[in-house]
C-alpha cells in the first residue's frame, strides 16, 4: 500500500482561500474536500475533535476559512487542572442547563456552552456568507454536544474519511 501525505502539492480539488494554504491541517483539508463533494453548498463544517473547529466553503466549494477554538475534553481537563477543588470529568448527560451540583455544573458550561459557540458560529458564518446550504458535524464529540444544538446540523461520523479516499483517488 503506498502511503500518501496531504500537504502542499496534492491535489485535492479544493481551493483554499486563507492567507497561507501550506498551513491548513490535513484534517481540515480532507473534511472540506468531502463536504464539498457530499452536501449542498455554501456548507458549514463543524468538527469536534481534540481541538473544535467551525469552517467555511462557499459556493465554488472553496475553503474560506474558520475557527478553532478549545475541544470538550481539554475544556475539562482545564477546569480541572486549572482549580484547587474541580475533579477531572468526562462528557455525559445534562440534565439542565442550570446545573444543580459541581458535576451537572461543569458538563453544562462544557457541553451546552459548546453547542451554544456552535449555533453562534453557524449564525454568524451564514450571515457573512449570505446564505448556507448545509452544515455538517463530524469528530468523535459530536455525539455528546450536537443533541445540545439549535441549528440543523448534519452529522456525518465519516467525512474524513470520505475526504482521505476523495484526495487519495485524485492523485493515484
Do not use: Q, W
Not at 106 to 121: L, T
Not at 144 to 170: E, N, Q, R, T, W
Amino acid at each position: 500500500i503506498d502511503c500518501m501525505v496531504v500537504g502542499p502539492g496534492v491535489k485535492t480539488g479544493l481551493n483554499i482561500r486563507i492567507d497561507d494554504p501550506a498551513t491548513l491541517g490535513a484534517d481540515m483539508c480532507c473534511v472540506g474536500v468531502a463536504a464539498k463533494i457530499h452536501y449542498d453548498l455554501p456548507c458549514i463544517i463543524v468538527d469536534l475533535g481534540t481541538a473544535s473547529k467551525v469552517f467555511a466553503v462557499n459556493e465554488k466549494g472553496e475553503f474560506l476559512g474558520g475557527i478553532i477554538s478549545v475541544g470538550v475534553e481539554m475544556a475539562f481537563r482545564a477546569l480541572s487542572s486549572g482549580t484547587a477543588s474541580l475533579p477531572l470529568i468526562s462528557g455525559g448527560n445534562v440534565p439542565h442547563a442550570i446545573g444543580t451540583n459541581t458535576v451537572d455544573s461543569m458538563r453544562s458550561g462544557v457541553i451546552i456552552g459548546m453547542a451554544s459557540m456552535i449555533d453562534g458560529f453557524v449564525e454568524r458564518f451564514t450571515k457573512e456568507m449570505g446564505s448556507v446550504k448545509s452544515v455538517v458535524a463530524t469528530g468523535g464529540y459530536s455525539p455528546l454536544v450536537l443533541p445540545y444544538c439549535k441549528s440543523s446540523i448534519v452529522y456525518d461520523a465519516d467525512l474524513l474519511l470520505k475526504g482521505m479516499l476523495a484526495i487519495y483517488k485524485k492523485n493515484k
